[in-house]
């Protein structure tokens, strides 16, 4: 099964509306003239259309984290035109109680690659949505589709530990999280687990890897959704 068909078909309404508006925007709609030269749609714009709406100005300011940015930038291999592709890196586990911004940061640091030119292939799934997306069924190729995030550039795996578990998530998520291990592709980690309770949660195999394979920033403070920002 390709990536697509594992997706919500109004998701890809919902983009593709998105796509819409930035491009009539940028003068390359269809109601654009002759006589305006376009200006050309920057991969930041192209990737709030897939962000989804709450997150798609998230910025981040966490030291840590725009550090780790710069250190992915900083690596990656020169492509057309000179720009910078994601390369092998570290991996980022941000951990924290509920509701302190942490999938605020994740997307703030997709944000950030892109807006400093960076080419970026990238997914995002929370954990409970990887499981429901891999579980098997008839006439679906579950396992083309972990390949796909397991070989993407860039993956955030939002929430980590948060889904219920069993023998077959455990075994998935390892799968996930060891071939990133073993071939350095930069992840992007949430999780409001922690160390503990994340090693209980996903196993020691799973937990051993990301300690290696991650650097740690922990977000503390009350729970933003409840305490809202005055």
Known sequence: MTAALA?????FGRIADRLGAILTQRGLGPAATAHEPPEPVT????????IPARYRGALTDHPHITAWVDEIAR????????APGISEG???LIAGPTGTGKTHQAYGAIRALLAAG???????????????RLRPRSGFDSERELQTLAKCP???????????????TEELTYRLINHRYEHLRPTLITTNLPTADLRTALGDRVASRLAEMTERVILD???????PAA
């Open 90 to 92: 570290s991996s980022l």
């Open 221 to 227: 403070g009350p729970d933003r959704r409840r305490h």
């Open 118 to 132: 960076v080419r970026l292939r990238w997914e995002a799934v929370t954990a409970a949505d990887l499981y429901a």
């Open 7 to 11: 997706r919500d078909p109004h998701q």
């Open 154 to 168: 860039l993956l955030l795996l939002d929430d980590l530990g948060a889904a219920k578990t069993s023998e077959w």
């Open 43 to 50: 991969a930041l714009e192209l990737a709030d259309a897939r």
């Open 75 to 82: 690596a990656g291999r020169p492509g057309p035109a000179g």
